[in-house]
């Protein structure tokens, strides 16, 4: 049985493989891309599909699924892959 998670761009639920995991590290309490789960910690998941990504930045989802506000770091990152396609 595969993991599967909710985008928080779209909402629907896919294989957490296809995913991008975006993890708040426990130790450090920063934010990062945790493509093989090597990072600990409370984690969100969006699909690799620009269009998630975007709503997902509009809606601020991120920060009610970390329960951070510190995500202006992985915002800019996460647009950045928006727009290398
Ligand atoms: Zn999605």
């Known amino acids: 049985m595969k993991k599967q998670r909710k985008c928080q761009g779209c909402k629907k639920i896919f294989d957490a493989d296809l995913m991008h995991k975006i993890t708040l590290e426990s130790k450090s309490g920063k934010i990062f891309l ?33 329960k951070t506000n510190n995500v202006a770091e992985i915002e800019q990152e996460l647009l950045r892959l928006t727009i290398e396609g």
């Open 34 to 66: 945790n493509p093989d789960s090597k990072i600990l910690g409370r984690s969100a998941y969006v699909c690799k599909d620009s269009q998630c990504i975007k709503t997902m930045l509009k809606k601020k989802a991120l920060r009610g699924a970390l």
